[in-house]
């Protein structure tokens, strides 16, 4: 368990602007206040990542996603909060370019993860969530891995256990239900 400190201490560099490293379901994140266009480009070049390819936003309740996506009928609120372990690509609505890319829509998931649940419970939104490496690199899998590709170039690093997917979480087309990447 990760003291409230730890919590407190990195949603504060996030509202700062700053980024951090986290756990994840299955790999360690980066992470970044999606409010913030300079955090959000920060992160993408740490990953060397185009903004075009757009990012996964992670929340702890539905509500945290409702200033960038459309509403949700009640049957796709059930489907994604009985299916934490899956992002889902939902419409976007005033989502801002630098977190939606090239796309009308948005990826979201709720975690299941209890650091990603405490962090934006403590912040009281949603997260930006891309795994910690750079591009064409294997995703950090603990907090010295993160460290090690990113040096002193991440304002914290939450060290905690990964939850138990062996693979980044799965991701489908809330619309259709098409799997876009399996796990």
């Known amino acids: 368990m990760v003291s409230q400190f730890n919590i407190r201490k990195a949603a504060l560099a996030i509202k700062q602007g700053g980024?951090?490293?986290?756990p994840t379901e299955?790999?360690?994140?980066?992470?970044?206040?999606?409010?913030?266009?300079?955090?959000t480009f920060k992160l993408l070049e740490l990953k060397n990542r185009p903004v075009e390819k757009g990012l996964i936003l992670v929340g702890s309740r539905l509500e945290q996603?409702?200033?960038?996506?459309?509403?949700?009928?009640?049957?796709?609120?059930?489907?994604i909060?009985?299916?934490?372990?899956?992002?889902?690509?939902?419409?976007?609505?005033?989502?801002?370019?630098?977190?939606?890319?090239?796309h009308q829509s948005l990826a979201i998931r709720l975690s299941a993860h209890p650091v990603v649940m405490q962090l934006c419970d403590t912040l009281?939104?949603?997260?930006?969530?891309?795994?910690?490496?750079?591009?064409?690199?294997?995703?950090a899998r603990?907090?010295?891995?993160?460290?090690?590709?990113?040096?002193?170039?991440?304002?914290?690093?939450?060290?905690?256990?990964?939850?138990?997917l062996g693979q980044p979480t799965e991701i489908?087309?809330?619309?259709?239900?098409?799997?876009?990447?399996?796990?």
């Open 124 to 139: 009281g939104q949603a997260l930006v969530s891309t795994s910690a490496n750079r591009s064409h690199k294997e995703p």
């Open 142 to 164: 603990s907090g010295l891995k993160a460290h090690q590709y990113f040096h002193h170039e991440l304002d914290v690093i939450i060290s905690a256990d990964t939850g138990t």
């Open 19 to 22: 980024i951090i490293a986290y």
């Open 65 to 79: 996603f409702y200033d960038f996506i459309e509403p949700l009928t009640s049957q796709q609120q059930k489907l």
């Open 26 to 39: 299955a790999v360690y994140g980066l992470g970044c206040d999606p409010y913030q266009q300079t955090a």
């Open 172 to 183: 489908r087309d809330l619309l259709t239900h098409k799997i876009i990447r399996a796990n």
């Open 81 to 102: 909060q009985s299916n934490r372990q899956t992002s889902w690509i939902a419409p976007a609505c005033h989502a801002p370019f630098w977190l939606r890319g090239k």
